[in-house]
């Protein structure tokens, strides 16, 4: 069964503060990993990550996937208050095009 | 651009009636959407993948006769929650997959189904 694995679950940091998010996951046939953030609608898309070892960066979220150990990792650098919500990260499998979804990481920051 | 909507927003309904979602593209044909559900706290659940035109392809556990869905065209996909129970109470969001090959899923805003 395929399974994508977040940590932690939650997160409350101070306004300014660096944190890093996880992503491990379990597929077969993997062919990418997404990364979204969710407030209080639906998700918003933030990276696609296919290659292994080439961060993707925008504004001061930044990430990078390592298909060899099987994990991802979300950076938010600076953090501002608008950057709390769920992080979601989730695997995009070769054939089928399903998302599977892991089970989000709760960020909140503290002004 | 890559903009999905969905209707109602939010819906309260008594047990035993159904409930119909809609979930349109609205600049760009969809040859594929999504429909999860997401209980609070918790991820999104993929429920099924609908296709213009084919029968919808339900995940393990969510009941076809239950959650009816239709993809009519390639910019309109529907979910009817038929015989609501309160346990069907949940966020329903559904999500388009472009004609151009991305692979990318863009997400409607989603639909808070309340049922008493």
């Known amino acids: 069964e395929d399974k994508v694995v977040q940590s932690p679950l939650s997160l409350v940091v101070h306004e300014g503060d660096t944190v890093t998010l996880n992503c491990s996951y379990e597929?077969?046939?993997?062919?990418?990993l997404l990364w979204y953030k969710q407030e209080k609608k639906a998700p918003t898309f933030l990276f696609m990550l296919?290659?292994?070892?080439i961060e993707k960066k925008s504004g001061r979220l930044s990430s990078i996937l390592d298909k060899k150990e099987l994990f991802s990792i979300l950076n938010i650098t600076a953090t501002q208050t608008g950057d709390s919500a769920i992080y979601l990260c989730a695997v995009l499998i070769f054939g089928n095009e399903k998302l599977t979804f892991g089970t989000g990481t709760r960020l909140t920051i503290i002004p | 651009g890559a903009v999905v909507s969905q209707h109602p927003s939010w819906v309260i309904c008594k047990s035993g009636t159904s409930v119909k979602i809609e979930c349109r593209s609205l600049?760009?044909?969809?040859?594929?959407m999504f429909w999860y559900r997401q209980f609070p706290k918790q991820s999104l659940m993929l429920m099924a993948t609908s296709n213009e035109g084919s029968k919808a392809t339900y995940e393990q556990g969510v009941e076809k006769d239950k959650f009816l869905i239709n993809h009519a065209s390639l910019t309109l996909s529907t979910l009817t929650v038929t015989s609501a129970h309160p346990e069907d109470s949940s966020f329903y969001i559904c999500?388009?997959?472009?004609?151009?090959?991305?692979?990318?899923?863009?997400f409607g805003p989603g639909t808070r189904l309340t049922v008493t």
């Open positions: 296919t290659s292994s070892g």
């Open positions: 999500s388009a997959r472009s004609v151009l090959g991305t692979y990318e899923q863009y």
């Open positions: 600049d760009f044909q969809a040859t594929t």
């Open positions: 597929v077969t046939n993997f062919r990418s």
